[in-house]
């Protein structure tokens, strides 16, 4: 079994997200050790884009301090190398297909393969155009992780055919942030994905508070949580670890 599967086993999974390089890569590679102390089940960590077309303000933001403060696509990956030595929580990258691209998708996925990571979000790129993609994560063994949307209703059948490791459920319209209230009624999601696989359901977008996460999970296997991760890191800089760690603690705590 895959470690992303083995992470949903018998328990609701927290997932949070980071960019990679904000504020730091030398922090990044601290956060992810104190998330996972704090409970987190699965990792997902953004490599830094210039258009990063599915996140809001908060994300963008980060984005362009990663970028700035001089992140590149091959530093996140010595960084990974760093962790892998230190920890084997299931790692997860969140990026676009640009970045891919322009890597080389072969040599992109073989590398996620050499550095330890176990799978990839591409946010933009839909199911009908993810062949490329699909084929050197299969060579590779990496965990490609399809996304439903509420308006997917027809193409959630045949995502959730093809999905691998776990099924993002994308729980409001729009871009990334924290939301007041989330309206989607995210169990129809998931019974119709479980209808045609056995496949963990992870919520994200939107999602902020425990109580979110804990009525969250009563439909889902796990949730995904990154603006208010992000916003910590933004507003504490290199002092933002502890924060994040409390902060993840209060989640883990709430999905169990």
């Known amino acids: 079994m895959s470690r992303i599967r083995e992470a949903f086993q018998g328990k609701k999974a927290f997932i949070p997200f980071i960019t990679c390089g904000d504020p730091d890569l030398e922090t990044t590679e601290q956060l992810v ?12 960590l953004g490599i830094p884009f210039s258009d990063p077309t599915a996140e809001g303000p908060v994300i963008q933001e980060a984005n362009l301090r990663a970028l700035l403060g001089g992140a590149t696509t091959d530093k996140v990956f010595d960084t990974v190398e760093k962790i892998r030595r230190n920890s084997d929580i299931p790692l997860v990258f969140m990026t676009y297909a ?20 176990d799978g990839l979000i591409l946010p933009d790129v839909p199911f009908e155009e993810k062949e490329e ?3 050197a994560c299969r060579e590779y063994g ?4 399809s ?7 027809e ?4 995502i959730a055919e093809k999905a691998s490791g776990f099924v993002y459920c994308v729980s409001s319209l729009g871009v990334t942030g924290t939301r007041s209230e989330i309206t989607t009624d995210v169990g129809a999601m998931v019974r119709l994905v479980k209808e045609i696989k056995d496949i963990p359901c992870a919520v994200g977008f939107g999602i902020s508070t425990p109580e979110q996460a804990r009525q969250m999970c009563a439909n889902a296997d796990g949730v995904i949580v990154g603006s208010a991760i992000v916003k910590l890191c933004g507003a504490y800089g290199k002092d933002c670890v502890p924060y994040v760690k409390d902060y993840v603690r209060s989640m883990t705590e709430a999905v169990k």
Request: glycine share 6%; net charge positive; proline share 2%.
């Open 33 to 44: 050790y104190a998330m996972e102390k704090a409970g987190a089940s699965i990792i997902e």
């Open 98 to 117: 640009n970045v891919v691209f322009s890597y080389g998708t072969e040599r992109f996925i073989k590398r996620m393969k050499e550095t330890g990571m």
């Open 133 to 135: 993609f699909d084929l």
């Open 142 to 145: 990496i965990e490609l992780i």
């Open 147 to 153: 996304l439903i949307a509420p308006t997917s209703h």
């Open 155 to 158: 193409r959630i059948r045949m």
